[in-house]
């Protein structure tokens, strides 16, 4: 039996010596026989793959075996394979295995009988064959091979199997440190004693003037790109610096800013976030909800030739359609991109193009809506000490009232309006000082805040005792309302001030103001007037007024003409063209007529008997001019209108001189009055 086996073992002797080492018939189906194979340490190994020998000895034994490619650690001294108790291996008389092996090396092969293996029965049955692999590996670089016969039946059926023990090279991991702007590419192990490359490529926009690679924190070279770490003994750590986003070595602008209006000195010039830099070309232009203007300044860098060209584009949101600007570089007065940020919340976008002949640089802008405002700001029945305006965000207030309310319109409907915090717009004030702020949020999550100040005061009553008893007394604040008094009194705030005005028919009016802390009478005793020399009453205006009398709103008894032969022209002149030329209603007093005009710079008296002279040519009599002013008499916005009455014009002026309509008397006043021109003093 012993010698049937020992032949079956040559015929895989003879046949493994005619196959190129590594290289088999086929490929095997079948299963391992061995359950378990380990180093000597326990340490698992690992079969790459698995091939059949296939084929037939010389004198007839069939040979079908698998063959095992296994790779073990460098150095592994020992491997053992681990059998069921079914398979009875082939025992010589001293109970070991009979084996052969083939060691192939560099430039050499050698196949030899072996002897006998090591076989050790388990616990369980199992069987352990322990193969020295150290007493045959001639070169780390080679292999051995090694051949096994056992019965795997109690018919004694023979079996073999053989393994090709080789060593796995050493290798070291090796660490590809990753970061912006660059890619390395590499293995991620390197073998022992070998030459490791690897590759690194910037990424595009990234400029890598500065780069520096690292092996272990030692700077390396490239040679045609490719990095090279000669016989490889560690692990690797691989590190790549200075790769920086790519600067445009010149840039397109040196200046670029935005505003409200034209005038730097007076815009309120709009934030960029960042900063403006030329190196950076995105910024976000933060502009208030309540600006409608807006303005650039562009300047190009100083490198950059005089046929450089600077344009802006945009969509103007007023009618939704693109729009290109060119800007002209360094110009003082800012120019004006229509309808890029009109009053409200719309956002929008920007592109500033720099060309330069084959340079081109570009500027992007997005506005972001800031600083949310109202249309409308105001407290029931009290008045500011300040105009409301949008941009203004601080307000003072003085009263008597216990409580205010607020009402705060916003310029958006998006908007959301708290006051001291909450919905509540009733605010209870306490005695002194009060603050309130009004918040308004955006949807994009900016605020803005109005303040008001308001002072509460104690409320005090003040009455008037008056001779003449009918004289009449009026009251104002100090923003100029009229204070109405209830049962002769006056409610007003303590500490704050007020003036009033008593005035009788033939008496001379007293004009003061007063202060008090607690309630108080004020009497008041009239002097009886001086009758004034100059006064004519024997004047009397045909047409004393614009509308010819308090009742007839301008009606005459004068016939209307319905043909031109039925009407004479008396007198014509021409002041000029234009609505400021138009002169105002004429007064007709004692035969002359009087009359301004706000655009002529002079006031008219026209005598009656000179009219048709003026057809003629002659100069009309103008009374002032002075220093250019004019009268003002803001017919459009206040309905005013010159008036006589006991021989004095009278006409609302922002500066002039007095008139005597005899004498042609000057005399200068420097504010607003109701001045009666014919005499020597001024009624306000």
């Known amino acids: ?23 088999f018939a086929a490929e095997a189906d079948a299963a ?16 790459e793959y698995v091939e059949t020998v296939v084929g037939e000895a010389a004198w007839g034994e069939s040979i079908n075996t698998p063959y ?49 293996l090591t076989v050790a029965t388990n616990d369980d049955g199992s069987k352990t064959v322990t193969i020295p692999v150290e007493s045959f590996m001639r070169s780390a670089a080679g292999s051995v091979a090694v051949g096994m016969a056992y019965y795997v039946d109690g018919e004694n059926q023979s079996a073999a199997e053989f393994f090709d023990f080789t060593y796995a090279a050493l290798t070291h991991a090796v660490t590809l440190t990753s970061g912006e702007g660059y890619t390395l590419t590499g293995e991620a192990t ?31 070279t490239a040679v045609d790109g490719i990095y090279t770490v000669e016989k490889v003994s ?32 007076k815009a309120q010039m709009f934030q960029l976030i960042p900063a403006f830099d030329p190196a950076v070309k995105e910024y976000t232009v933060l502009v208030p909800d309540n600006s409608n203007m807006f303005y650039a300044w562009a300047t190009q860098a100083i490198d950059r030739s005089s046929s450089t060209t600077i344009t802006a584009k945009w969509v103007n949101l007023n009618v939704d359609t693109e729009k290109t600007q060119a800007l002209t570089s360094g110009k003082a007065s800012g120019q004006n991109l229509a309808g890029f ?23 992007k802008l997005t506005s972001v809506r800031v600083a949310p405002s109202l249309t409308a700001l105001s407290l029931d029945g009290i008045r500011f000490a300040e105009s409301f305006s949008a941009s203004k965000t601080a307000y ?72 003449p008893a009918d004289a009449k007394v009026t009251v104002w604040d100090s923003n100029k309302d009229r ?21 009788s028919d033939g008496y001379v009016s007293q004009k003061s103001s007063f202060k008090f802390s607690e309630s108080s009478t004020i009497d008041i005793t009239l002097a009886v007037a001086t009758e004034n020399p100059n006064l004519d009453r024997s004047i009397t205006a045909e047409w004393g007024n614009f509308r010819n009398g308090d009742n007839n709103l301008g009606i005459t008894n004068a016939k209307t003409p319905y043909a031109p032969e039925d009407t004479e022209l008396l007198w014509a002149v021409k002041h000029g063209t234009g609505w400021a030329a138009a002169p105002g209603s004429p007064i007709m007093v004692d035969g002359d007529i009087y009359k301004y005009g706000s655009g002529l710079h002079h006031f008219q008296h026209l005598p009656r008997n000179q009219m048709r002279r003026f057809i003629a040519g002659d100069k009309y009599r103008t009374y002032h001019q002075i220093h250019g002013r004019q009268f003002h008499f803001n017919i459009v916005k206040r309905g005013i209108e010159c008036f006589y009455i006991l021989g004095q014009y009278f006409a609302e002026i922002t500066q002039t001189r007095q008139v005597d309509i005899r004498n042609h008397h000057f005399r200068t006043h420097s504010r607003s009055h109701l001045c009666g021109i014919g005499t020597d003093y001024a009624t306000s």
Do not use: C, W
């Open 32 to 47: 391992a026989l061995y359950t378990n194979i380990t180093t000597e340490s326990g340490e698992n190994v690992t079969v």
């Open 483 to 503: 204070i109405a008094p209830t049962d002769g009194k006056y409610s007003v705030m303590a500490d704050a001030e007020y003036t009033y005005l008593v005035q």
């Open 234 to 265: 560690s692990d690797l750590t691989i590190t790549v610096e200075g790769v920086t986003e790519a600067v445009q070595k010149t840039a397109g602008l040196s200046v670029l800013k935005f505003g409200d209006t034209s005038t730097e000195a």
């Open 68 to 116: 095992y490619h296994v790779t073990i650690p460098e150095g592994t001294e020992k491997v053992l394979l681990t059998y069921p108790e079914s398979v009875n291996l082939v025992l010589s008389g001293d109970d070991t295995a009979v084996f052969f092996y083939r060691n192939t090396y560099p430039g050499q092969s050698e196949i030899a009988l072996g002897g006998a």
């Open 396 to 467: 003072t207030a003085t009263t008597a009232a216990e409580s205010v309310t607020v009402a705060a319109t916003p310029r958006d409907e998006s908007y959301t309006v708290t006051v001291n915090g909450g919905s509540d717009t009733t605010v209870p004030l306490n005695l002194g000082e009060n603050k309130i702020n009004v918040v308004i949020t955006n949807p994009g999550g900016y605020t803005n805040t109005y303040t008001i100040t308001v002072t509460r005061l104690a409320s005090i009553e003040v009455g008037f005792t008056v001779d």
């Open 341 to 363: 940020a009109p009053t409200g919340t719309k956002v929008n976008t920007m592109a500033v193009t720099v060309v330069d002949g084959d340079f081109k640089d570009e500027y």
């Open 190 to 220: 390197a073998e022992d004693g070998k030459d490791y490359t690897f590759t690194v490529t910037v990424s595009e926009g990234y400029d890598a003037a500065n780069m520096v690679v690292k092996v272990n924190g030692e700077e390396v």
């Open 1 to 23: 039996m012993k010698r049937r086996l020992l032949a079956f073992l040559l015929a895989f002797v003879m046949t493994f010596s005619l196959v190129p080492v590594n290289t």
